[in-house]
């Protein structure tokens, strides 16, 4: 059983079925803390995107990287997951310094998920 926002065309009218993309995009926000060379740690909003396994690009989808250059506006980011285990945050170009789509690995996931009550007091 999935959160899916396609399900609920929370800003996702005219794209595809997730059957037909190879991704879920999840409803629940979360967050990620990101530490990139020579700049303070950031904590950002996430959209976890659950790909599936089977096709590790479907993230490189033009009407997905679409939906997250609008939620750049808000500086929310996406969180590309092949599983529970593996993930990399993705920022959308008007978020970097080089004007670019950054996939950043997060390396090894804390299988323990934020409770509300974190991801409540950061999204705050």
């Known amino acids: 059983m999935w959160s899916c926002r396609w399900l609920i065309e929370d800003d996702t009218d005219g794209m595809s079925r997730p059957d037909r993309v190879h991704y879920v995009i999840d409803i629940m926000p979360d967050y990620v803390t990101i530490s990139s060379d020579g700049h303070e740690p950031e ?5 976890q995107i659950w790909v599936d396994p089977d096709y590790p690009d479907a993230h490189r989808d033009p009407d997905l990287r679409a939906f997250l250059e609008r939620r750049a506006r808000d500086r929310i980011i996406g969180l590309i997951r092949w599983s529970r285990m593996k993930a990399a945050a993705l920022i ?3 978020l970097t310094e080089d004007g670019r789509w950054n996939l950043v690995d997060c390396g090894g996931v804390d299988p323990k998920p934020h409770t509300l009550a974190e991801v409540i007091r950061v999204l705050a």
């Open 92 to 94: 959308p170009p008007s």
């Open 43 to 47: 904590t950002f909003e996430v959209v």
